[in-house]
């Protein structure tokens, strides 16, 4: 499967903002980035792993979780095979580690993701 790489995490101060990166490389033959659904996820200390926004650029879907609606907005580049999720006001609950997937279902968000990047720290001081 792919391979994703997630980067742009850091340290903001509340009401700041933030954009997060995503790369993918090593389509399979035949495979290119409009095949494939891209989506973020973040996860808290103690929480359980949220999905919060997704993009399938070929069919222009596009969904994001009521917690980031309104305040994050995710985009693609085709060119340079990248996802990326501008995140604006943010809150201190934003704090997470933040990952992205890759899917091949034509479904925004997928039933399954079977590719993930290593995640990238996200930290919202109040």
């Known amino acids: 499967e792919v391979q994703l790489q997630a980067s742009g995490g850091g340290l903001v101060q509340a009401g700041g903002s933030l954009t997060l990166s995503c790369t993918i490389s090593?389509?399979?033959?035949?495979?290119?980035?409009?095949?494939?659904?891209i989506g973020w996820f973040r996860q808290a200390p103690g929480k359980e792993r949220e999905g919060i926004s997704c993009?399938?650029?070929?069919?222009?879907?596009?969904y994001y979780a009521d917690s980031v609606k309104g305040r994050f907005t995710i985009s693609t580049d085709g060119a340079k095979n990248a996802v990326y999720l501008q995140m604006n006001s943010l809150k201190p609950e934003d704090t997470a580690v933040y990952y992205c997937?890759?899917?091949?279902?034509?479904?925004?968000?997928?039933?399954?993701?079977?590719?993930w990047g290593q995640g990238t720290q996200v930290t919202v001081s109040s």
């Open positions: 997937a890759a899917a091949i279902e034509r479904l925004c968000p997928p039933h399954f993701y079977s590719s």
């Open positions: 090593g389509y399979p033959t035949g495979r290119s980035f409009d095949d494939y659904a």
């Open positions: 993009i399938r650029r070929s069919e222009r879907m596009m």
